[in-house]
């Protein structure tokens, strides 16, 4: 008896469950957010269907319900809590947290980019002639691509300059050289022999190494109270290793562009531009990672289409539909352009790839063919606010590409949107 009876409850249990899925206003409820976060003076609206009402009355916020869609817009800085009822029960609890008011100045100004490496990187092997054989000395040692020499004989190696002088002394001696590698976040140490070549009568490690990359891609944003930028919206990689550069400084010039390269299915387009004549540097770099290259600028910059500093939309915020990218195809100039968000992920954490976009303005189109190198970096505005940056171009349809949020780019700066107060320096 008593078994029958709790199968009976059991499949009343299991019936009624399936009927509250399917109750519109049970459905409405699982897709409200149980956290809100708004900017002082912005607006977010949450559909939340006819039979929700605010039970509440925040301090923080204005609430404005109605047409089944509950409309929360900051008043000032703090936290406070929504709580929502149905027939006059109180059902959810939504935690609503108000930033401080926050803008930036948007970029699209083109940049050259020049990063130096922390030490020489090894980028490849080659073979020394010796009287017996042919080998690589450094290859031998155990030192592959990618690898980063940082230290001979216990002595920093900034530059290319600073490698021969030991490579020489120890060749002409007999002597090993004792090398400090980094690779990746590993660091060991290894000894090398130079060795001489008989073609040039020179001695050589056996590698293939650099100390610098140079490039250009678009400014995104500037901070006018650290006075940090974001640029790139991606990481520079060594166009050898295709590994990630690990910057001891850098610096970023202005940069005029010359020509476009149209990009095609199956192969992107690129800008072709120069430094500027005098080479002024406008700012170093001291962070280059996943979400772009970052540093402080010294003097303010302007890109000629907005003079005030515009508010930037979360992730959550951002909504599929018209927006516009601000960059250069010609000379100096910066330019608006359409494009659509395709598709937008609110993310909780920091990640790339955020957005998809599609370019559709027809002089865009006409000029580059959509998205091409260099373009990297080009910020997105959409109703008014900073969205996030364009980062890369489907190989296979030029006209559309990913963009990375803002919000990731400004906490990958070290720039704290949720207390203005502290504009603190990232912690590596």
């Known amino acids: 008896?008593?078994?029958?009876?709790?199968?009976?409850?059991?499949?009343?249990?299991?019936?009624?469950?399936?009927?509250?899925?399917?109750?519109?206003?049970?459905?409405?409820?699982?897709?409200?957010?149980?956290?809100?976060?708004?900017?002082?003076?912005?607006?977010?609206?949450?559909?939340?269907?006819?039979?929700?009402?605010?039970?509440?009355?925040?301090?923080?916020?204005?609430?404005?319900?109605?047409?089944?869609?509950?409309?929360?817009?900051?008043?000032?800085?703090?936290?406070?809590?929504?709580?929502?009822?149905?027939?006059?029960?109180?059902?959810?609890?939504?935690?609503?947290?108000?930033?401080?008011?926050?803008?930036?100045?948007?970029?699209?100004?083109?940049?050259?980019?020049?990063?130096?490496?922390?030490?020489?990187?090894?980028?490849?092997?080659?073979?020394?002639?010796?009287?017996?054989?042919?080998?690589?000395?450094?290859?031998?040692?155990?030192?592959?691509?990618?690898?980063?020499?940082?230290?001979?004989?216990?002595?920093?190696?900034?530059s290319l300059s600073d490698v021969a002088p030991f490579v020489n002394n120890a060749g002409k001696d007999g002597k090993t050289l004792n090398l400090s590698i980094q690779r990746g976040e590993e660091k060991f140490d290894t000894k090398l022999r130079p060795m001489l070549d008989e073609k040039d009568k020179t001695y050589k490690l056996g590698l293939y190494i650099r100390d610098s990359a140079a490039g250009i891609g678009t400014m995104t944003f500037f901070d006018p109270i650290s006075k940090k930028y974001g640029a790139l919206g991606h990481v520079i990689s060594d166009m050898d290793t295709k590994k990630p550069i690990v910057v001891e400084d850098g610096q970023i010039v202005r940069s005029t562009v010359t020509a476009i390269e149209k990009g095609k299915n199956g192969v992107p387009g690129e800008k072709l531009a120069r430094f500027s004549a005098n080479r002024e540097v406008i700012g170093n770099i001291t962070i280059n990672s996943p979400f772009g290259i970052f540093g402080k600028l010294n003097q303010s910059i302007s890109n000629g289409i907005t003079d005030k500093p515009l508010p930037i939309a979360l992730s959550h915020q951002v909504e599929e539909g018209p927006a516009k990218i601000l960059t250069v195809v010609d000379g100096n100039k910066v330019e608006e352009y359409d494009i659509n968000v395709v598709s937008t992920i609110p993310q909780k954490f920091p990640a790339t790839k955020g957005l998809v976009i599609k370019v559709v303005d027809p002089k865009l189109l006409e000029k580059t063919g959509g998205i091409v190198q260099g373009m990297s970096g080009s910020p997105i505005i959409q109703n008014g606010k900073i969205i996030g940056a364009v980062t890369h171009v489907f190989v296979n349809d030029p006209t559309s590409g990913y963009g990375v949020h803002i919000e990731w780019m400004l906490h990958e700066a070290g720039i704290n949107i949720y207390d203005r107060g502290k504009s603190e320096e990232k912690v590596s």
Not at 30 to 56: C, M, N, R, W, Y
Not at 65 to 91: M, R
């Open 1 to 158: 008896m008593y078994e029958k009876i709790r199968k009976i409850t059991g499949g009343i249990l299991l019936v009624s469950l399936l009927m509250l899925s399917f109750y519109k206003p049970f459905q409405q409820y699982l897709q409200i957010p149980d956290k809100i976060t708004v900017f002082e003076g912005q607006k977010q609206s949450i559909h939340t269907g006819d039979a929700i009402a605010v039970s509440s009355t925040p301090t923080s916020i204005n609430i404005h319900n109605e047409d089944a869609t509950l409309a929360v817009s900051g008043k000032y800085a703090g936290e406070d809590e929504i709580i929502l009822e149905i027939a006059g029960f109180p059902v959810k609890k939504v935690d609503v947290d108000v930033l401080k008011d926050f803008r930036i100045y948007p970029g699209g100004q083109s940049i050259g980019v020049k990063l130096n490496t922390l030490g020489v990187l090894v980028v490849g092997h080659h073979l020394v002639s010796t009287e017996k054989d042919k080998l690589s000395p450094g290859e031998e040692a155990g030192i592959k691509v990618g690898d980063i020499i940082t230290k001979i004989n216990g002595e920093k190696i900034n």
